[in-house]
């Protein structure tokens, strides 16, 4: 499985960006794709995931700024960021969890966010 993303970039407190991320390969169901990210000096965090039974789960720093989205004929998920914080400033990861036997996780590269204040 590779995961290929984009959608990072500088962007003042406030405003808005939107990371999308495509899988490809050997992508079974059930899955869950999404984001995590990392700021530094900080350990990776969870930001939110969309299951592949359409469920989403989001972590509390985050709800009711950031929307997932995804597209599974597209196998992409976006992340649509919006009210943009100094402090989500970090490293997004895409992230593929499948939940076959064995599991298996996947990562993408990361895709920088700055948020200036």
């Known amino acids: 499985v590779q995961l290929q993303a984009s959608g990072g970039g500088l962007v003042q407190a406030g405003g808005s960006l939107r990371l999308s991320c495509t899988a490809s390969?050997?992508?079974?169901?059930?899955?869950?794709m999404g984001w995590y990210r990392q700021a530094p000096g900080k350990q990776r965090e969870l930001v939110a995931i969309?299951?592949?039974?359409?469920?989403?789960n989001y972590a509390d720093h985050v709800k009711g700024r950031f929307t997932i989205v995804r597209d599974g004929a597209k196998n992409t998920v976006y992340l649509q960021m919006n009210s943009l914080k100094p402090e989500d400033t970090a490293v997004y990861y895409c992230?593929?969890?499948?939940?076959?036997?064995?599991?298996?996780?996947?990562w993408g590269e990361g895709t920088l966010v700055t948020v200036s204040s």
């Open positions: 390969g050997s992508i079974f169901s059930p899955n869950a």
């Open positions: 969309a299951n592949s039974g359409g469920t989403t």
């Open positions: 992230n593929l969890y499948r939940r076959t036997s064995p599991a298996m996780d996947y």
